[in-house]
T-cell receptor, first 113, second 111 residues
Framework: ETGVTQTPRHLVMGMTNKKSLKCEQHLGHNAMYWYKQSAKKPLELMFVYSLEERVENNSVPSRFSPECPNSSHLFLHLHTLQPEDSALYLC????????????FGPGTRLTVL | GESVGLHLPTLSVQEGDNSIINCAYSNSASDYFIWYKQESGKGPQFIIDIRSNMDKRQGQRVTVLLNKTVKHLSLQIAATQPGDSAVYFCAENIFRNQFYFGTGTSLTVIP
């Protein structure tokens, strides 16, 4: 185990639903990340939080809304998603924001119907 | 066996043989690189890293080689085992401290 947990592991939702993904890290890290992993595509960085402040937002549609209440927890709130948003959503953390090893959680497999 | 960058996404090797997985990176200013292993149903797992002031770094059964002249990174796995079967991808640290991840190479170890 990497010390990063994600719930739920699988999620199926309709386009009008509202759901949230949760990530928790037990490593004492100061930076947390959300990535999207689609089939046969590279990992796409979505959001970065450093010390609970959002430092990166890579042109992600507003139907994805991150929240970082403290340095150990990260949420991704989902609202009116599209079928093309179906993917594996990975959370990661690193000691600091920057060129440091990132520890990944197991991911949430999201299917949007 | 050897795969080249992102153009050969699969690699099959016999158990016990050495594996070489290659990665071509994009930015000559990148100064930190990581190799990750991702097994089915799991998140990426750190294998080994290397900074641009080094050409080679060794871990347990793995070696990473960095050739900055041609912007090439390779991962060598010695005595490949069935448990090594996974997707391997490299990540380069680019501008604004973000990582760019490759699509990966799928390694299959034949018993």
């Amino acid at each position: 185990e990497t010390g990063v947990t994600q719930t739920p592991r699988h999620l199926v939702m309709g386009m009008t639903n509202k759901k949230s993904l949760k990530c928790e890290q037990h490593l004492g890290h100061n930076a947390m990340y959300w990535y999207k992993q689609s089939a046969k595509k590279p990992l796409e960085l979505m959001f970065v939080y450093s010390l609970e402040e959002r430092v990166e937002n890579n042109s992600v549609p507003s139907r994805f809304s991150p929240e970082c209440p403290n340095s150990s927890h990260l949420f991704l709130h989902l609202h009116t998603l599209q079928p093309e948003d179906s993917a594996l959503y990975l959370c990661a953390s690193s000691q600091e924001f920057g060129p440091y090893e990132q520890f990944f959680g197991p991911g949430t497999r999201l299917t949007v119907l | 066996g050897e795969s080249v960058g992102l153009h050969l996404p699969t690699l099959s090797v016999q158990e016990g043989d050495n594996s070489i997985i290659n990665c071509a990176y994009s930015n000559s200013a990148s100064d930190y690189f990581i190799w990750y292993k991702q097994e089915s149903g799991k998140g990426p797992q750190f294998i080994i890293d290397i900074r641009s002031n080094m050409d080679k770094r060794q871990g347990q059964r793995v070696t990473v080689l960095l050739n900055k002249t041609v912007k090439h990174l390779s991962l060598q796995i010695a005595a490949t085992q069935p448990g090594d079967s996974a997707v391997y991808f490299c990540a380069e640290n680019i501008f604004r401290n973000q990582f760019y991840f490759g699509t990966g190479t799928s390694l299959t170890v034949i018993p």
